[in-house]
């Protein structure tokens, strides 16, 4: 289509086909017969576009004033995030994390963290919130992310190696 962006994605089905990102869809007309000479229709939608950001930042705001509940748990979250930030990890030491990892690696730095301030565990409440990673989470998460590269320390390595 014209004066359009390019999409790079085609989504085709027996009925019709829609592009990406333009969401531009083609199909046959209803008495047409479908065919290489027959003609196709175009239809286009419109996405309303927002940040995502922002309304990620609303629907929390809605949740802590109870007037929203949230679409995944705490947990979920807290494992989502271990997902990625053992990927971009793996991806930076080229070598394989788990996700597990991640959570070792937190509970390490948040020690050495209350070390250097002459902090005690009584001072912290939050030390006994998070003092390790759930068991169920350890099986739950047992794949890790290889990707090509040299090796870096993570998790229970990284102590072994300073």
Sequence with gaps: VAGHLRDCYHFLGAQRSVGF??????????????????????ETSTVETEDPLHLQM???????????????????????????LA???SAECGRPVAPSDM????????????????????QLPMQKVFPSMPSSFQTSWATTFT?????????SDATESQ
């Design 87 to 89: 990927i971009q990890k």
């Design 21 to 42: 990102p333009s969401l531009h869809s083609f199909s046959y007309g209803l008495k047409t017969e479908p065919g290489w000479d027959s003609p196709l229709q175009l």
């Design 103 to 122: 959570f070792l690696e937190v509970t390490q730095v948040t020690q050495a963290s209350h070390e250097a301030a002459n902090l005690n565990s009584s």
């Design 147 to 155: 990707p090509p590269g040299p090796t870096c320390a993570t998790g």
């Design 58 to 84: 609303q629907h929390f705001a809605q949740v802590c004033r109870g007037h929203e509940d949230p679409v995944c748990s705490g947990r979920d979250a807290v494992e989502s995030l271990a997902v990625v």
